[in-house]
């Protein structure tokens, strides 16, 4: 039998990528800004976050009024719970991103502290991490999300790594220590950025599988 | 064990085959609900429980069903002794066309039960049971048929309760009933299930997820699925569970 509730659930789905693609992009230029020390991304990111939080008061909206109007159950129902939760993630990386962005105009109005590498690549795991994450809910592919759950630390490893040589740059130079200290939350929050990636693939698997993998111990 | 065990019951009416082997076990003081499309042989699976299909003609059962462990399809069980432990209660409420006290008082006149004290204090504390009695005290001698459809559901409740059963089937017990009656069924069947075991059928699927513990989910004569509630409506083992309870199909 069709459904009506399948259009529904399908335009749910649609508004969750559309702000899924916001907060890629927010992620990306908020490191961008910072790598190539461009002030003019960090006004960008301010406009997707705009955005972000507007889709996440529209789309908390739309589960609510399926939830109320549908009384939905089994898979429709851990659809809806996933969606409700996933946007929630989704906001929250947005803020990360901002909050990126906070440390970084800090960190332009000084001359780079050192070549950034380690901060690229968390940015990109965690980026890659996000939109696996997503693929996993869009494709209900619950291999996808176990792998993108199985890389959060890589990412975490790498923060730690950046940690113990900003930690090197601090205790030989006084002045290195703002701008040490401002990278160390750049890197944390791209870390918390991969602890959303990684919820959203654990709601996925509840959603497909109706079992809670959330701490196993 | 359940108070109620079914093993391999087959239920036919002629060539009609309504049960397939079915298997299934029933907590006592619990609310269990059978759900499924129409015609999925939930209503009779739950007639089967206090015999009622018996007064159709040419049904043939095969397989087990105990209550207490006794097997009631025995040829020596006593069907008087049967319903009394297990009562039912059916779509529309029924109440005979007597007055409410009459109503509750039935059953014991049927079953020469005299008690000690009079039928007043059994009356009472019937009616307390399933919140009628604040209502009706001052109308007991009124015909029944007067009540309020909810009213004369509880009092159908009410009249099983001095016989002391083990067992409540329930019917689709407020498919004649408009929401807010509905709900005070519901509330008075989460009181009953300290005293009784409910086993309740059901169209209604929200019903069957408010009240229930225990839910079973039966499509063409079998028990596709039968669980715990909350895991049955959150996340059903069985596809053509998942399928009838998301309205895909039935």
Known sequence: ?217 | MGIIEAKDLNLFYGNFQALRRVNLSIEEKKITALIGPSGCGKSTLLRTFNRMNDLIEGVVITGKLLIDEEDIYHPKTNLTKLRKKVGMVFQRPNPFPFSTFENIVFGMRIHQIQPDNGFGPIVESCLKEVLLWDELKDKLHTLALKLSLEQQQRLCIARLLPLKPEILLMDEPCSALDPVSTQRIEELMQGLKKEYTIVIVTHNMQQAARVSEETGFMLLGELVEFGQTEKIFTAPDDKKTEDYITGKFG
């Open chain 1, 1 to 217: 039998m069709k459904r009506h509730f399948d259009v529904e659930l399908r335009e749910l789905k649609k508004r969750i990528l559309e702000m899924d693609s916001l907060v890629e992009v927010a992620i990306d230029y908020s490191i961008k800004a910072l790598t190539d020390r461009d002030e003019k991304l960090i006004l960008e990111v301010t406009k997707k976050e705009e955005g972000i939080n507007k889709a996440h008061i529209e789309i908390d909206e739309i589960c609510l009024r399926l939830l109320a109007l549908r009384q939905p159950m089994a898979a429709d129902l851990r659809f809806i719970a996933a969606a409700l939760k996933i946007n929630s993630e989704l906001e929250r990386m947005g803020d990360l991103a901002v909050n990126i962005t906070d440390a970084t105009v800090e960190l332009l109005k000084e001359p780079p502290l050192k070549p950034l590498m380690d901060i690229p690549k968390m940015s990109s795991l965690s980026r890659q991490m996000t939109k696996d994450a997503l693929d996993a809910f869009i494709n209900r592919d619950v291999e996808l999300a176990k792998n993108v759950i199985s890389r959060d630390d890589e990412v975490d490893n790498l923060k730690d790594q950046l940690f113990r040589e900003l930690l090197t740059y601090m205790m030989s130079d006084p002045k290195a220590i703002k701008r040490a200290l401002e990278l160390i939350l750049v890197s944390r929050h791209l870390e918390r950025i991969g602890d959303h990636a990684t919820n959203i693939a654990e709601d996925v698997v509840f959603m497909v599988l109706g079992e809670d993998i959330r701490h196993p111990n």
